[in-house]
């Protein structure tokens, strides 16, 4: 069975230091993976995914990923935190894009 | 374009009752999604339409849940008997094919809030 664990509930970073968020997976083929941000009152916003090739995948709002196969790994990087980047983000796991298995998620708060 | 859009955003229901809930995707979108998010938790698949046909409904918790796609377009999400279980935020998403690298676009969810 697929699964996604992301083992930081909650992060507090400054504006403007770097971030990394940890997503760990657990999946029997090549996975497709995916990072989403949700902050208050919105849908969920896809910040970038992994399919094949590139392991360092570029996202939206300056994000990346680096997949790292024998770690398990999809760890979501930004060099520099800005206030808006508040919000709440979740790492997931599928195939063929269709049902997609999410972590529990880890809470981002930027202090000013 | 409009994204995909949840009626009601707020539902509030007695143990016990029944309750519909409608989801629109983008227009032109073949595949569409239902997801539970239960407090603190991450989204919980629950069922996958391709066009008319569940394709995956390995997700609905019980008989009490039901959904239904019977043009392609509008999707329902159908719950009988209502327990506080059921309470959470229940996304909807919808993607072009639902195949390959396609991406899945979420609503901004219907919050069930079962007493």
């Known amino acids: 069975a697929q699964s996604v664990t992301q083992p930081d509930i909650h992060i507090t970073v400054s504006e403007g230091a770097s971030l990394e968020l940890r997503c760990n997976y657990s999946?029997?083929?090549?996975?497709?993976l995916f990072w989403y941000v949700q902050s208050p009152g919105q849908g969920l916003q896809l910040l970038l995914k992994?399919?094949?090739?590139?392991?360092l995948v570029q996202g939206i709002k300056g994000f990346e990923a680096e997949f790292k196969r024998s770690q398990s790994s999809f760890n979501l990087r930004k060099p520099s935190v800005h206030w808006s980047d508040a919000a709440e983000y979740f790492c997931?796991?599928?195939?063929?894009?269709?049902?997609?298995?999410f972590g529990t998620g880890t809470r981002l708060q930027v202090t000013l | 374009g409009a994204g995909v859009s949840q009626t009601p955003s707020n539902k509030v229901t007695e143990k016990g009752k029944y309750v519909e809930l409608r989801c629109d995707p983008i227009s032109g979108h073949t595949a569409l999604y239902w997801y539970r998010q239960s407090l603190g938790q991450g989204p919980e698949f629950l069922i996958y339409f391709q066009g008319t046909g569940a394709a995956d409904d390995s997700g609905l918790p019980n008989d009490r849940f039901f959904a239904v796609r019977p043009e392609g377009s509008v999707s329902t999400l159908k719950i009988q008997r209502t327990e506080r279980g059921d309470s959470a935020v229940y996304l909807c998403?919808?993607?072009?094919?639902?195949?390959?690298?396609?991406?899945?676009?979420f609503g901004p969810g219907t919050r069930l809030t079962v007493l």
């Open positions: 997931a796991v599928g195939r063929t894009a269709s049902k997609l298995t």
């Open positions: 992994y399919f094949s090739g590139d392991t």
């Open positions: 999946y029997g083929a090549t996975p497709y």
């Open positions: 998403a919808s993607s072009l094919t639902g195949t390959g690298s396609d991406t899945q676009y």
